[in-house]
């Protein structure tokens, strides 16, 4: 009878309503008998399957099997081992079956012998390593799977392990036990317990684990012994992390002591494991241990949130948890945690929120008020919003580079959430000391933004409707940059900006891309009009935003537009010599767009130019931005020049005059008609403002002969006529007393003539240098330059032929020859009879040294006219009616 009980008790097929159907049709006494006898042969195949288990993990644990590989298959043996041991019945009801009481002794004993064997085990495995303590971390987790398991049975084992481990850490600095951090959470959670013994025995599992923690960290020094349990067993505690007054408030199960024990022992490491153990059970099904972790994880990062370091993971989680459910029943402890983390770690919390789709979804604006609710840190909460904010939207980003958020994608859509989560955290009242302190950083970071969207708002014009989420988001910049920066002027006290801005309908263009630079100029004037309290501040720090450069092209647009209009507003012109150093290192600044605001500004103080101490320098800042790429910087700083000067005190004017009049002769040839013109025609008006000072200015005046004569055939009529304006100017500062009042109707041969002879007469001497000059314009791209440069050189030679040597005549051959082949043929003819011209020149000379210097000493004194040789027409007028003739009829060949 006994084997058919036993039988039907161990067989999985079988039910127990039948084993209860056999029992019924038994004797009762006989049954007594039968379950003492089914009870100990149980007893004794769990006794058995036990040291079997125990051999085959100790066999295994001497093997040189791979660390990782005997680690799985001993916790796989010993998790087998613990569904058997600690599903027997208590100690009480084994007893009870016994008829005798030897019989329940040979229970009892035979009951104790199994709990010992796997204790013994779990000793030896930690004896020989200290990692392999992550079991009693699984131990905990398959307990409270399993509610059928006696947890204070379980707990004994845990909790003499780790007393056990506490001791063996004694004469070491550190341990390699990853599992502590879980596991302590898994013992917090149970030192609330209804049952008084299990949560006697999560206190002393505590108490024992922080012991190894304390070790972990280190702090040995300084540790005494204290008594831990009733058997008089010792160990190490170190008084400078767990205080011994400590000990009886974590026996006792006090949540706040323990919670503050573990926060301040734990390494961030592992009590970012005990924190995210906790977090997870705050989703957990079971309403009593949800409510238990919550009131854990609070205390704890109320006192050491600092030390967590998975803190995106954790807001990320609260995230899915929130949007998933709503009304989700740990709703207001998930947002508590996100204002816990953002109070130590606001960077990673902002920038974790941040990282969301545009726009934000009601559960990310809870999550914005929960990350507000802290009002001390609310000035690193807005430097993290800044710090954003300095990105550009859509921008992209290098995917080369390692990323710090897997999901974050190429294009930066950061800076457009945060403008939106501005529109939530700017109105609470906790953050108003913390928006006065950042106005000038948040105002000039809105306006950026401003910007930015509508550049953005430009390129997507191509699409009449967004072509994805993120075309979307990129529509959506402008409306929550502009609804930010309102909300800004309402919270600083700036309602009436608002309305005004209102009133000149600013709110409702500021979209568009035409209109974003004429409103940075209406916020700054309607600011300035108002009086803004917030003004020094601004001004400073617009003026650091200055100095350090901004990092973009519009920023820098912005900044200048800004602080001009201020600076209109509270100081006459001149400015402080502060200020006038931005806008002198701004005119040559890389961003075109500065450099004319720039000078637009420096232009509009011509009428107070004298009062500027550094005029000098401030002058020669804009003769450096003549050689810019941009042709309308260059343009402006011909006009802002020019205003300058005719202001300027004459002293100073003189000074510079001689710098300023060579700065104009390279932009006598440049590639714009339209600064040419300028050049040429400015620096006969500098040659007319210094009538005075013409003994500073006649090489200069030399030294431009070559442009301003070859120009004269320029195909544009501005640049011709600035020519022959300045030409006459030039003669006249010269003395040249046969050059006409006017050259308005005389061909270009006979100009180049005029002029020839009037060099050959007063200045012969610079007529080789002439020569030098004209020869690199035979290699101008321009047809009517290489034409001029020809006739010139001819004429100059033949002027000039008594100074040049033989050498020279052959370089000034070999020259005019290359164009010889020139794809122009009116070039061509006129090369060919400037070749004649220069053999006739070779061949008249000597080779004696007495006979060339006699030669030239008889040209000194008696001067020879030069008559035509080329007669050249201009091509645009072989039809017009023959010039008057500047040429003295009496002058001989």
Known sequence: MLSKIHKLSRSSRRSKEKVLCVIVMMNLSEVLVYVWEYTASSLLDIFTTIFNHQALILSVNSS????????????????????????????????????????????????????????????????KDLYKL???????????????????????????????????????????????????????????????????????????????????????????????????????????????????????????????????????????????????????PDPVMAKEAASLLRLTLESHAKKVTMVSKIVHTIYQQLSGNSSHIMRHTMLRVITLLTRTSPKKVIFQLMDY???????????????????????????????????????????????????????NMMPVAASQALCTLLPVGSYKKAVAQFFPQLLMALMFQLCFSSNIQLDSDDHFLPQSSHDFSLLLGPSYARDALRVLLNCSGLQQVDLSLKRKNFWKQVSQVLFHLHGIYLVAKTLAEHNFP????????????SVEGPR??????????????????????????????????????????????SLQKIASMAPVINQIESVCSLVLSILDAFFSKDNTVVIRALFTLRRLLNKL??????????????????????NDAGIRSMAIRHFGELLEDMSQYTWM?????????????????????????????????????????????????????????????????SHGSYITDLLSDSLGFLRSSRAYLRRAAVILIGYLAISGRHLLLRDDIEVIMKAVERVLVDEDPLVRDLAKISCELFKEIARKMTSSVIKQSLRRLFNFIYIKKVKPLYNYYTPSSFNEVKETCIIDDNVEE
């Open 697 to 761: 200015l006649n090489a200069v005046v030399l030294e431009s002969l070559v442009p301003l004569i070859l120009f004269l055939e320029d195909i544009e009529t501005r640049v011709v006529m600035a020519c022959k304006h300045t030409l006459t100017i030039c003669a006249f500062q010269l003395k040249w007393s046969k050059f006409p009042r006017s050259i308005e109707h005389y061909r270009f041969e006979l100009v180049v003539l005029n002029v020839c002879n009037n060099i050959f007469i």
């Open 64 to 127: 040189y099997v791979d660390p990782l590989l005997q680690f799985e298959t001993q916790l796989k043996i010993i998790e087998s081992s613990f569904k058997i041991v600690f599903a027997m019945p208590t100690l009480k009801e084994v007893k009870e079956i016994g008829n005798t009481e030897t019989e329940e002794q040979d229970l009892e004993e035979l009951y104790h012998t199994i709990l010992n064997i796997y204790e013994d085990t779990l000793l030896i495995l930690v004896s």
């Open 649 to 670: 005190d004459k002293v100073i004017y003189s000074s510079l005059c001689t710098r300023i009049a060579t700065s104009y002769c390279p932009l006598m040839d440049h």
């Open 357 to 411: 789709p545009v726009p934000a979804d009601n559960t990310l604006i809870l999550m914005w008020h929960a990350a507000g609710n802290e009002s001390s840190v609310a000035p690193y909460v807005l430097k993290t919003i800044l710090l954003i904010l300095k990105g550009k939207p859509g921008e992209i980003q290098d995917i080369s580079l390692e990323r710090r958020r897997s999901s974050l994608d190429s294009n």
């Open 552 to 597: 973009r092209t519009e920023e820098g647009v912005i900044t200048i537009i800004f602080l001009t209009e201020l600076l209109n507003r509270f100081f006459r012109d001149p400015f402080p010599e502060e200020f006038l150093v931005l806008f002198r290192n701004w005119v040559n600044d890389s961003n075109p767009a500065v450099s004319k605001l």
């Open 134 to 284: 992550q079991i009693l971390k699984e131990m905990a987790v398959w307990m409270n799977q399993d509610k059928s398991y006696l947890q204070q049975r379980v707990l004994a084992i845990i909790c003499r392990v780790l007393n056990f481990a506490s001791k063996k850490m004694k004469g070491f600095g550190s341990v390699d036990a990853p599992c502590l951090g879980e596991l302590a959470a898994e013992l917090a959670l149970l030192c609330s317990h209804n049952d008084v013994s299990i949560t006697q025995q999560a206190s002393f599992g505590i108490y024992h684990l922080l012991c190894i923690a304390s070790c972990n960290n280190g702090n040995t020094a300084g540790s005494r012994v204290t008594k831990c349990d009733k058997s008089g067993n010792h160990n190490w505690l170190p008084t400078s992390v767990l205080d011994i007054d400590y000990l009886p408030d974590i026996l006792r199960g006090d949540k706040t002591k323990i919670a503050r024990s573990i926060g301040q022992t734990l390494t961030p490491t592992l009590l970012t494991d005990f924190v995210w153990i906790l977090f997870m059970r705050l989703i957990a």
């Open 534 to 545: 917030q003004f020094p501040e601004t001004l400073c720090y617009l003026y650091k935003l």
